[in-house]
């Protein structure tokens, strides 16, 4: 099974808490979606108040969770699950260390004895067996009997009843079997491992390498189940809908109110043509496009206040909306600062070449984190302001032409740092 490091893996959509969790393997099934829309739920407004027990609360979540896996599967090529352990110096870092090596030394105190404890050794050689058996592919019958057989706890019991295992046979046995499974990356990890003698801290790194072994089986899970959930997505993610309406019928509330009130900004934009216009019959209702509506709805999302909750639809897309509105913001204001600087001395700099894209870089970096909340809007427009002024005049001066004076460096800085203000008359014009 060919893996790179940074292979994007595929995990079962339907089974995300295994594949995030254990990051093992998991199968895939969808189930289609023949319904129209004359089946789905009535309108909570009409219908009666259900209530919801826990188990279809957790179902609904489920389902949630399912369909939100599978969507950022198939839209972001960059997703693959990271083995990620909890930093040394944190409480539950400290706290996993400390029963982790209670563990291990407890083991070692029962190896030591005379004659040694193999109790919880075969428990350990037991778990490893599981996990490698859930790496092999179906109709892997050979190497599946012979783990079964090498590894047999029962057998092994037997032995260690007549203090007869051979418990650095058996880990070289597993060593050597996570050899032939594991992905390319881990082939320095197995060396590692035939290298270390201490049998304690050899079944303790054997752990270590068999989850780093389920992320990448479950990465390249991922990376298979990638293409057929892209041809299927929109298919899929009906039908989860679906599922998670006959849970919890107001499941899609915030998406009604969201269609709602692009509605009625429609209707109120046509009624504010048909009074503009003379002899339009004031008693004819307007006919609204379903496709302005949905347009509207989505440019609603470019302003949208993310501290309430997103419409149930766009959940799964939730991060890449901020990141595109953040995005939003920052070419605006990039633009009123182009546009203010052109008015201010456009004739002087108008033969300059590639002078806006040199107000850009001046721009971008001083606005690189405006949308955290200790960014501060004012100072960063003062900078740019101050920096712009210096490369107007570098600019003019090159070209043998008069600086700015006093009064209009003030003006220009001024004007820009008034881009902050609500109502600024740039800032709103290139807003619309």
Not at 40 to 47: G, H, Q, R, V, W
Not at 200 to 217: A, C, G, N, S, Y
Request: proline share 5%.
């Amino acid at each position: 099974m060919p893996l790179n490091d940074d292979q994007n893996s595929d995990s079962d959509s339907s089974r995300l808490s295994e594949s995030t969790a254990s990051s093992s393997d998991s199968e895939y099934s969808r189930q289609s979606f023949n319904s129209d829309s004359s089946s789905k739920p009535s309108s909570p407004a009409s219908s009666p108040p259900k209530t919801i027990t826990f188990d279809e609360l957790m179902a609904a979540a489920k389902n949630l969770t399912d369909l939100t896996l599978a969507h950022e599967i198939a839209v972001n090529a960059n997703f693959c699950i990271k083995h990620e352990d909890f930093p040394q110096n944190s409480f539950a870092g400290t706290v996993k260390q400390i029963v982790h090596k209670a563990f291990w030394d407890h083991l070692e105190s029962e190896l030591n004895e005379d004659p040694p404890e193999y109790e919880h050794a075969i428990k350990l050689f037991e778990e490893i067996k599981e996990i490698l058996l859930s790496f092999l592919t179906p109709g892997a019958n050979r190497i599946q009997n012979q783990i079964c057989e090498v590894l047999d706890t029962d057998l092994i019991r037997q032995q260690a009843e007549h203090n007869a295992v051979d418990i650095h046979g058996l880990a070289n046995y597993i060593i050597n079997t996570m050899g032939k499974l594991c992905a390319p990356i881990r082939d320095n990890d197995i060396k590692q491992l035939k290298a270390t003698d201490n049998i304690v801290e050899l079944l303790r790194q054997i752990f270590h390498v068999l989850d780093l072994m389920k992320v990448d089986m479950a990465n390249y899970t991922i990376q298979n189940l990638r293409p057929y959930l892209q041809r299927n997505l929109v298919d899929y993610e009906r039908t989860k809908f679906q599922e998670i309406l006959e849970e919890t019928p107001s499941a899609l509330d915030l998406t009604t109110e969201w269609i709602k009130e692009s509605i009625e900004d429609e209707l109120s934009s046509s009624s504010d043509e048909s009074s503009s216009s003379p002899g339009a019959d004031s008693s004819s209702k307007p006919i609204i496009s379903p496709t302005l509506v949905l347009n509207n709805g989505y440019l609603k999302l470019l302003q949208w206040d993310y501290r309430k909750t997103i419409p149930e639809t766009l959940i799964t897309d939730e991060v890449r909306l901020q990141e595109l509105r953040e995005k939003l913001n920052q070419l605006k204001i990039i633009a009123c600062v182009c546009l203010i600087t052109n008015n201010m001395v456009g004739a002087a700099i108008v033969d300059v070449p590639d002078f806006a894209d040199q107000l850009k870089r001046i721009c971008v970096p001083l606005l690189e984190d405006m949308n955290k909340k200790t960014f501060d809007f004012k100072e960063a427009l003062n900078a740019i302001g101050v920096q712009i002024c210096s490369k107007v005049n570098m600019s003019l001066t090159e070209r043998g032409l008069p600086t700015l004076n006093a009064e209009m460096e003030s003006n220009l800085m001024g004007q820009i740092a008034h881009i902050a203000e609500e109502n600024n008359p740039v800032s709103s014009l290139i807003g619309q």
